[in-house]
């Protein structure tokens, strides 16, 4: 296939580059270059700024946009690149807020205030292409982590249990939240791509956990003990991001969809978090001491 990556370049894009060139895919990828300019032999690499201009005459057998945030994005993309097939890599963030879970793609999409502008700009990108014609799926990932995770979330709870400091949670910490592994967000994109496997889909490991379920989890697997305290205050959306990486606020998904329409298998939390740690998290926090 001959397929265009949009973005590509951070933390999900590498993963899914390599599966694409295992699979003998023709890639193209396209970003601005501030973050790396080479790439295998095998790539196509061309720099340029989507709110710009997109440079392509030729078709694609599918596009894998990583990085539309606004409807205007999505937009530019679609009325200027000619494909197949577009994959919009979304969010869960997209879901009305509820206290009925779990959330499938058939839940209602609307306003969930913790999310702010990043719900209201991803639930344009998908308005755009609901209303486009074309042939098109979104991948809904929930909280991704993973090895170079761009967002300080393992390395800060990590980092928090080796300095012996209390980690402290939001509310009560007893919210049920869940996770995903770069790895997998990377096979659900390529699946859906070599598929074309049109719609929505959850992206989302089996397992979901509460806040102090987590901490207590990295503890065990880092072997430290762990410390906790709460902060009433900073329930929901009055969180603060650089005190705790997750929010107090409840959000289940279903990944069923997923599973039985492409056969897709999630790797299990405790396992791979353990692994990530003992391969690349324990090495993060011993340089940052």
Not at 78 to 83: A, F, G, S, V, W
Request: charged fraction near 30%.
């Amino acid at each position: 296939m001959k397929i265009l990556v949009i973005g590509g370049s951070r933390f999900i894009g590498p993963r899914l580059l390599d599966i694409l060139i295992k699979n003998k895919h023709d890639i193209t990828v396209f970003n601005k270059g501030s973050i790396r300019t080479r790439y295998e032999k095998k790539v196509r690499f061309v720099k340029g700024d989507r709110r710009k201009e997109f440079p392509f005459r030729e078709r694609f057998d599918a596009v894998i946009d990583t990085c539309a945030y606004r409807g205007e994005d999505t937009a530019a993309a679609i009325n200027q690149i000619e494909c197949d097939f577009f994959l919009h890599i979304g969010t869960v963030a997209v879901y009305q807020k509820s206290e009925i879970f779990p959330l499938t793609e058939h839940s209602p999409i609307g306003t969930w205030p913790l999310w702010g502008e990043y719900n209201k700009g991803k639930i344009e990108c998908e308005h755009i292409l609901k209303t486009s014609g074309i042939s098109y799926a979104i991948l809904r990932p929930v909280y991704i982590l993973g090895p170079k995770n761009y967002i300080d979330r393992e390395r800060f709870i990590y980092a928090k249990l080796a300095k012996k400091e209390t980690v402290v949670l939001p509310g009560n910490g007893q919210s049920l939240i869940q996770f995903v592994h770069v790895d997998d967000v990377a096979r659900s994109l390529a699946l859906i791509a070599e598929k074309k496997g049109e719609g929505a889909y959850n992206c989302v490991s089996d397992e979901a956990v509460t806040l102090k379920g987590l901490v207590e989890l990295m503890a065990e697997i880092s072997g430290q003990k762990a410390r906790i305290a709460f902060d009433a205050a900073k329930d929901g959306v009055g969180f603060n991001e650089r005190e705790f990486p997750f929010a107090n606020e409840t959000m289940v998904c279903s990944n069923e969809k997923i599973k039985k329409a492409l056969n897709m298998h999630f790797m299990n939390l405790r396992e791979w978090l353990k692994i990530d740690y003992e391969n690349y998290y324990k090495f993060q926090v011993l340089k940052s001491k």
